[in-house]
């Protein structure tokens, strides 16, 4: 690692715990992007990764990628310069992403859009050097701030179980996240054991967002009232986790039986099911359509699930412009993009 510091006890924890929840042999050997933000998630976990990789002299490409929104003017362009510069000390190749006129000019509280924009960076710029994985430095707050917004929202069993440790993001590259167990506090920890400063974000203080709004204002009331509620609420996300993969299994199953595929349309035929089965049989099979699930709400797949049974389901137009309509005795769904 050149000259950097001497790690301290709890920055070697932290690489033993991202070790012991991705091993190296899944990844050191094998191209990665690391995505960094500037914040101390993403730079403990780029960090970490890097000292990892060190250890076992990886023969894999580390590569660090940061996004530019242009909405914060000198702060982000001060954001992206600390990352250029932490990468360099790294001695790892940096990338930078910067959002289009149109794309910058994206309302300040649309997270979802902010959020797609940064993805759609890091799956292009995944295929564009070969990357295998791209990491992100999600923390097991996160984790619970995504299960009482998906609450607060209305969500099925799936929305219960957080957010998964790792998905694919495009096609040959899987999103992980390899610290999602852990607490926040100990990255901090971490990094000022390593005398590694990051940077401060001003918007994570906007409660106009509503992520800022459960961190900063509910998570606080819910903690007081009910001391290690935080702790609770992220074994509970792993517990849901364990039962939703005996839906999935359930859910692969009514899916084989009961779903044709084609370009642009999905025709269902009716078999018994419990509806959370259903829900959850829809939704992969979105998926795999690559339909948007966005703007669905559990009322949206239950109204599907309820209408596979009903003769008389009345046609009507989905978000996503998927329309739902009857075809003999299957229901039919198509895409009108």
Known sequence: MGNEKPFGDAFRGLCHRLEDAWPAASWVDVPCLVAVSGGADSVALLCAMAAVHAAHRGRGTLRVAHYHHGLRGAAADADADFVRRLAGRLQLPFVVGTASPSAAGVAVADEASLRELRYRFLGTEAHRCGARWVAVGHTREDNVETLLHQMLR??????????PRSRELVADVMLIRPLLQLPRGDLRAALKARGQPWREDASNAQLHYKRNWLRHHLLPEIEQQYPGAGQR?????????????????????????????????LTVRDQSAAEATIVRALQKAWDRQRWSRGGFSAEHWQRIARAISNPQAPPQTLPGNIRLHRHGSELRLESEI
């Open 233 to 265: 609420l992220a074994q509970t996300i792993q517990q849901q986790a364990d039962v939703l993969q005996v839906l999935d299994a359930a859910a692969d199953r009514w899916l084989e039986q009961c779903v044709r595929f084609a370009p642009g349309r």
């Open 154 to 163: 209305g969500c099925g069993p799936q929305g219960l179980a957080g957010m």
